[in-house]
């Protein structure tokens, strides 16, 4: 069973930059089809997706409000998926989780939240204006 651990969250100010972690042993292992992502939830908002790819490919869906800013990458080796957080707004602060889902082969866009089966706990992303 995958178990993921977020770090790299903090304070920052508007227009700095973060870089989120995710370890999780074993997610690599897992079928082409499969996808790991980035979700982010701000006070008293639902939870949105922000960014997502698959772990064997290179495509990758980014939510419109953090393209040409944030950037998801994985580091097989070490088990890790980042997110570069670069330009950061306070529009951004939010408890960011990733999750891995075994049932991306329709969309990245496409697959539903409830069709991720392994969540971390979060990490929290506080920008100052």
């Known amino acids: 069973q995958v178990r993921l651990a977020e770090s790299g969250g903090g304070s920052v100010q508007s227009g700095g930059s973060l870089r989120l972690s995710c370890l999780a042993p074993?997610?690599?292992?897992?079928?082409?089809?499969?996808?790991v992502g980035w979700f982010r939830q701000p006070p008293g908002k639902e939870r949105e997706a922000v960014a997502i790819?698959?772990?064997?490919?290179?495509?990758?869906y980014y939510h419109d409000s953090v393209k040409g800013r944030f950037s998801i990458s994985q580091d097989h080796a070490k088990s890790t998926v980042y997110l570069q957080m670069d330009s950061l707004k306070p529009e951004d602060t939010a408890m960011y989780y990733c999750?891995?889902?075994?049932?991306?082969?329709?969309?990245?866009?496409?697959?539903?939240?409830?069709?991720?089966?392994?969540w971390g706990h979060g990490t929290q992303v506080t920008v100052s204006s």
């Open positions: 790819t698959y772990t064997r490919g290179v495509a990758t």
């Open positions: 074993g997610y690599s292992s897992i079928k082409s089809s499969n996808c």
């Open positions: 999750a891995t889902s075994r049932w991306c082969a329709g969309g990245l866009r496409e697959t539903p939240q409830t069709d991720y089966d392994q």
